[in-house]
């Protein structure tokens, strides 16, 4: 029997239409979880790496790619209401879903990580005289409690920390302009680790993929309606994606840095954001908790929801120590390829196998491993690394896309049932 916390989120089932949520609220939580410092310290890579004018172009055709997967992804979380641990039992059955649901485990602990370390460094770039990894505790143990009390919390500190971090990214922009002369200025910046316009695209697409893609179904799983969640995702990531790795574009070639905290310190405003930079870091790193914990939950049904967060917490807090952190630019190509394939495979589906419905997820018969979905995801990241036509985020999207698509119909086994 599921626990009163456990009711509230619905991890292991739909949520009804009578709790569904409204239209800001929901703006508001996303806002918050795309409002991500990581997003920032690759939109520094970018701009240490292209030349202005490819720069933007190269953010912005992320995002546009971003936009597509996310409106995708919400669309399938608002027509089913389930988690994303549970949509893909849908596309590679009751035991073949273990593997991507430890996927989301590993990359959300791999994000909680990262946030924690970036508010012990952003503290040790303030206040010289306190260590790191002491304020990594502190700060991963405070994360991890307030990730305990789910999508509500994370409504009330994201309405608090979305504008905050959007009014000290203005004034960085603002400053960065009149540092270098204006976009004349920016243009006679010469990269200092170029990048191909392609490996810009990827690193953009790569810093919300997990976003995009594994959070989104488990937020919009409470919008009221299909257009509801394409708006939402719209407005994230054209909007808020877009705003939020240009602040670190625009940083970093202003300053010469990619750490978000390094330039806000060459700016003076390091101690003025400062707690509005922690406050940021903390409510993405909630939601990380939350989606994770979510995912875990739809399969381990014995553990309850609120042992498996502070297992996370525990975890991610062992990985900033042992600086996982280092390892970021590795981590998000990573993610570039392994996880927008993926929904490759989600998004066919909710065209093609499932078109007639979903089903109930307790009665539904699965097959214990779907291994056209496996076939598909892996056509896709084959695709990603070894035929890279064009850009490579969206080919193995299409490809894990096609394929699935076209052995779904070859077998003729669509429907809850096959």
Known sequence: MA???????????????????????????????????????????????????????????????????????????????????????????????WIPVAIVAVTTIGWFSIDAFLIGASTNSLFASIPVWPIVVISGVGMTLTALYG????????????????????????????????????????????ITFSQGVSLGVGSYAVGAIMF???????????????????????????????????????????????ILRLQGLLAPAFLVLVLNIWSTAQGCVYTGSLSLSSKIGSVKREHIVVAFGVVGIILALLGFYDHFGNYINFLASLVPTLAGVLISDYFVKYRAGYGDVATVRFAPVDVTGFAAWLAGILVYYYLPLGMPAVTGVVASFLVRTVLVMASKKQGVHA
């Open 3 to 97: 626990n009163a916390n456990e009711d509230k989120e619905f991890s292991r089932d739909a949520v009804p239409l009578d709790q569904r949520r409204g239209f800001f609220s929901l703006l508001v939580v996303v806002l918050g979880l795309v409002f991500v410092v990581t997003s920032m310290q690759v939109g520094g890579i970018i701009g240490n790496g292209l030349p202005f004018n490819e720069a933007i172009g190269a953010v912005v055709l992320s995002s546009v790619i971003l936009t597509v997967l996310g409106a995708f992804m919400g669309v399938i979380g608002a027509k089913t209401g389930l988690t994303f641990g549970l949509l893909t039992r849908y596309s590679f059955g009751e035991f073949g879903t």
């Open 216 to 262: 989104t179904p488990d937020i919009l799983r409470f919008a009221k309606s299909k257009g509801s969640a394409i708006y939402i995702m719209t407005i994230a990531m054209m909007i808020g994606n877009t705003f939020v790795v240009l602040f670190g574009t625009i940083g970093a070639l202003a300053t010469g840095e990619y750490d978000i905290a390094n």
């Open 151 to 194: 999508i509500g919390w994370m409504t009330k500190l994201s309405n608090l920390a979305v504008p905050l971090i959007a009014l000290f990214a203005i004034i960085s922009i603002v400053y960065s302009f009149v540092s270098v002369g204006g976009i004349e200025g920016f243009q006679a910046i010469v990269p200092a680790s170029p």
